[in-house]
């Protein structure tokens, strides 16, 4: 009985985790470039008792991480200049960030500094093939092809880096939106990804899902607590029975 209440709580503290999860995705359902995600998880059997024809072993729910779906989301045009889309699974801009070198990310709301520097809106530099990108507003509109590449007034000034990983496991989120490579795996090009102008990439977030998954974990936390609640009366109920046979 000790064993039910054990394997319950352990279920209840993924459930919890979940729920958290669910509620991100929730309120991220309007941020562009997120990514839903959701709670990966595994058994672990703990060990047999002496004699194990009378008590097996039992199987503990853990949480193993947060994968995510990085799969496209909707297009959605805004007209503006500098806000650009990755039509293409797994393909990521890159930006600077900082000391740690390089970070990715699928928000491509970007607006330029006092230098003329195309960055994201939280001031990250956007990266091309050159380095960090620098536009010259005295030259006119912008223009970004397919490919990447940026020109004014006919002149390139610079290509978009798009670039992708063989196995997106390795990416850790970080904050604004941002993706840091945590192995030694190297970026490759990403040709077939193409870049929309004056358009931003949704959320590939589904609310309907994602409230369904809400109300079904609240209520597996429920039947969840209800076991807990009756294996702890049975064990209670069974010390009584037992003082009063001594």
Not at 5 to 15: D, E, F, K, V, W
Not at 198 to 205: H, I, K, Q, S, T
Request: net charge negative; glycine share 14%; aromatic share 4%.
């Amino acid at each position: 009985m000790e064993n039910a209440a054990y394997i319950g709580l352990s279920r209840q503290m993924t459930l919890r985790r979940e729920l958290d999860i669910v509620a991100n995705n929730i309120a991220n359902a309007d941020t562009t470039g997120f990514k839903v995600e959701q709670l990966m998880l595994g058994t672990e059997v703990g060990e047999r008792a002496r004699n194990d024809q009378v008590r097996p072993g039992v199987s503990f729910v853990l949480d193993k991480g947060v994968g995510r779906d990085f799969g496209q989301g909707a297009m959605q045009q805004t007209g503006r200049p500098l806000d650009f889309a990755i039509d293409g699974e797994g393909a990521f801009f890159t930006v600077g960030d900082g000391a740690n070198g390089e970070a990715y990310t699928r928000d491509g709301a970007f607006t330029l500094d006092p230098e003329g520097r195309l960055t994201t809106k939280a001031g990250a530099p956007v990266l091309g093939d050159g380095g960090e990108i620098v536009l010259n507003p005295a030259l006119g509109p912008v223009s970004v092809g397919a490919d990447g590449t940026i020109t004014q007034d006919g002149q390139t000034t610079g290509r978009l880096s798009v670039v992708r990983f063989e196995a997106l496991g390795v990416l850790e989120k970080g904050g604004d939106g941002l993706y840091r490579n945590t192995s030694n795996a190297q970026t490759i090009d990403a040709p077939d990804a193409r870049i929309q102008q004056g358009m931003l990439e949704a959320a590939n977030v589904n609310p309907l899902i994602e409230i369904t998954n809400l109300v079904e974990i609240s209520r597996a936390y429920e039947s969840v607590t209800r076991m807990i609640e009756n294996a702890t009366d049975l064990s209670r109920r069974a010390v009584e029975r037992l003082g009063r046979a001594a």
